[in-house]
């Protein structure tokens, strides 16, 4: 009964950062809607990533309350966690390009296969994506650029998302976590958003008992999650 008050609350708590994370893209579509309108010239194609930007945020939101809430839809596999980050990298393509922000894959070395739910892995690393993504523009003139990577650790195989920005601290995170639902930018150091989307992707992986952690890889600043290698496959 107290898992379920306390996993209600946070859906709640959640819901309002997703809601509020949600006037970005809408406000953008009328904006541009309305300018097409005025100058009939519409662009479409900014419509559609921020169309497509809302959707993708709304449907990682209930992936993530219903593995919080049906535990039978937990089951883990074997997956190539090169091929998880290979996929988010095409989900995320479009929302880096409209803000001009470099995607990039770096999975040096060879990796075999982890146990993960592999649509919630995946949808973790697109909503963390997507929240740095839009938060980096704000962080100075450098070259932009998000890297998707994984390297391994002394407790199993990180996957995550890093960039040159130093923001990304273990203190923000814990900062807003507990601001989550009580202030509307409660990662007010990293981005002026609600950063609905690393909250989306912290609920996801708590749900698949993962944990959410600032992580460092070759001198950049980021986002992950440890997971366990699967032995089996890896000695036949």
């Given at each position: 009964m107290a898992e379920q008050a306390a996993s209600s609350l946070l859906s709640q708590e959640l819901l309002l950062s997703v809601a509020e994370q949600l006037k970005l893209p809408l406000l953008q579509i009328a904006r541009q809607a309305e300018h097409g309108r005025l100058t009939n010239n519409t662009d479409a194609g900014a419509i559609q990533v921020a169309a497509d930007s809302a959707l993708q945020l709304i449907d990682n939101y209930t992936l993530g309350v219903r593995l919080s809430l049906d535990r039978q839809l937990l089951e883990t596999e074997p997956v190539s966690i090169s091929s998880i980050l290979y996929a988010a990298?095409?989900?995320?393509?479009?929302?880096?390009?409209?803000?001009?922000?470099?995607?990039?894959?770096?999975?040096?070395?060879?990796?075999?296969?982890?146990?993960?739910?592999?649509?919630?892995?995946?949808?973790?690393?697109?909503?963390?994506?997507?929240?740095?993504?839009?938060?980096?523009?704000?962080?100075?003139?450098?070259?932009?650029?998000?890297?998707?990577?994984?390297?391994?650790?002394?407790?199993?195989?990180?996957?995550?998302?890093?960039?040159?920005?130093?923001?990304?601290?273990?203190?923000?995170?814990?900062?807003?976590?507990?601001?989550?639902?009580?202030?509307r930018q409660p990662l007010s150091t990293l981005t002026h958003s609600s950063g609905a989307g690393i909250f989306v992707a912290d609920s996801i992986l708590e749900a698949m008992n993962l944990k959410l952690k600032v992580s460092r890889h070759h001198g950049m600043f980021g986002l992950g999650t440890v997971l366990q290698p699967n032995h089996q496959l890896q000695l036949v």
């Open positions: 990298r095409q989900e995320l393509s479009s929302l880096a390009k409209s803000y001009g922000v470099n995607l990039e894959l770096n999975v040096a070395g060879k990796f075999g296969p982890v146990m993960a739910h592999r649509i919630g892995l995946q949808a973790a690393l697109v909503s963390l994506g997507s929240a740095l993504i839009e938060a980096l523009p704000a962080h100075g003139d450098k070259q932009l650029r998000l890297q998707l990577a994984t390297h391994r650790c002394r407790y199993g195989v990180v996957a995550g998302l890093y960039a040159d920005t130093e923001e990304i601290t273990s203190d923000m995170l814990a900062r807003g976590r507990a601001l989550q639902g009580r202030a």
